[in-house]
Every structure is written in structure tokens, then in C-alpha cells.
């Protein structure tokens, strides 16, 4: 649901479109959600170490990048928050050990 929430709509028009014609872009918009999908990615990584949930949305991060790569602001917002929720997820993970 996360991933639906933050990547689907936010890039294929779905809300782009309503959003431009506030004075938000399209790609402002998807780093506004994918910011809001790192951080409740990174609460789950954090306080419950799910492995499951937080590979999912790094997988779904980089098919966003992969899939737009010609639009640098979306491959590089797309990659951050994939390498964010990894390295949030290692570091949940040393932390219980």
C-alpha cells in the first residue's frame, strides 16, 4: 500500500495533473511522497526490523528509477530513498544484535 500510495499515482498523472494546476509539479510531488514512503519505511525498518516490508519498497524505489531513468530528479530522488531505507535497515539490524 505504501508503494501504491507514494510512486503509482504521484508519477503517472493520476494526481499530477490537479497538483500542476496548484503549482506543484509532478516530480515535487513524487518526492513528497517518496519522502513520506522512506519515512514510514524507516519506522518499520527501525522499530520492528521488517525485512520484508522495507525490501519491498527499496525494490519498488529502484523499478522507479529504473523505469524513469531519463528523468534525472526522479532516478535520483528514486535511488536515494531505496539506499535511505537499505542502510536504515542494516543499521536496525546492527543495532539488535
Known sequence: MTTNTAG???YQGEV???LTRQG????VWLGIMLAVATAIGGAFAWLRLDVAYVAVLVWAFVAMAVKHND???VLGAS???AL???G???L?????R
Do not use: C, Q, T
Open 8 to 10: 503509482r499515482p504521484a
Open 16 to 18: 499530477a495533473g490537479d
Open 24 to 27: 506543484i509539479g509532478a516530480e
Open 71 to 73: 528523468n534525472p530528479l
Open 79 to 81: 535511488l536515494l530513498a
Open 84 to 86: 535511505v531505507l537499505a
Open 88 to 90: 536504515l535497515l542494516v
Open 92 to 96: 536496525a539490524w546492527w543495532r539488535k
